[in-house]
């Protein structure tokens, strides 16, 4: 998420005066107010409605508070959140430590403040974002290696061949029919199974 872009942005305060400071702001630094909330319900009505880029809400609100209007956006899509507090306090601020919290703003909140909270913020998701997509990338290197192993194990079942010969056909298979090691070691394994059960027969 490039910090330099024109986010849609959801804002959430039961505090009239706090909405007009968001309306009159967020453009003026480039922004657009995609939803208005008074509620943490109404935000999240209004974030499944617009799909935000990012959230300001108030912690404390009517009806659902800013931290439980948070976890219900982020459900189901990760969003960065700002959290806004008039209220110091130890609890509350341990109740927003989720992940998708990227910044917290103290009222009364300043231009200068909500400025620097929105940078922040961008490029904290953007960190976060890269670590997920990196450990799910090293989650799935895992998985295809175990899946290639088992692969290469069935071929020398079913082929007296030694570890080594048996990796290097299922490669030498992936660049012939131009595909992921992997995809090769998967029907492999799918190969394995039918031949399991013409094996056991007719139950």
Excluded at 63 to 82: F, K, L, Q, W, Y
Aim: some cysteine.
């Amino acid at each position: 998420m490039n910090p330099q872009r024109r986010l849609r942005i959801a804002v959430a305060d039961d505090e009239p005066d706090m909405l007009l400071f968001f309306r009159e702001l967020l453009p003026h630094l480039g922004h657009e107010v995609a939803a208005e909330a008074a509620t943490g319900r109404e935000l999240v009505e209004g974030c499944n409605r617009v799909r935000p880029d990012l959230v300001i809400t108030d912690i404390r609100m009517p009806d659902m508070d800013g931290v439980r209007a948070a976890a219900e956006v982020n459900r189901s899509e990760r969003v960065p959140v700002i959290l806004v507090t008039a209220h110091h306090d130890a609890d509350i601020l341990a109740d927003g430590a989720a992940e998708y919290i990227m910044a917290y703003l103290a009222k009364p909140v300043k231009p200068v403040d909500l400025q620097a909270a929105l940078r922040l913020a961008i490029l904290r998701f953007e960190q976060f974002q890269t670590l997920a997509r990196e450990a799910a990338d090293l989650r799935q290197a895992l998985e295809d290696r175990k899946l290639i192993e088992r692969a290469k194990g069935a071929v020398m079942r079913r082929i007296p061949l030694n570890e080594e010969e048996a990796f290097r056909r299922l490669r030498r298979v992936a660049s012939d029919t131009n595909r992921k090691l992997a995809e090769v070691a998967r029907a492999v394994m799918a190969s394995e199974e039918v031949f399991h059960a013409l094996e056991r027969g007719p139950s």
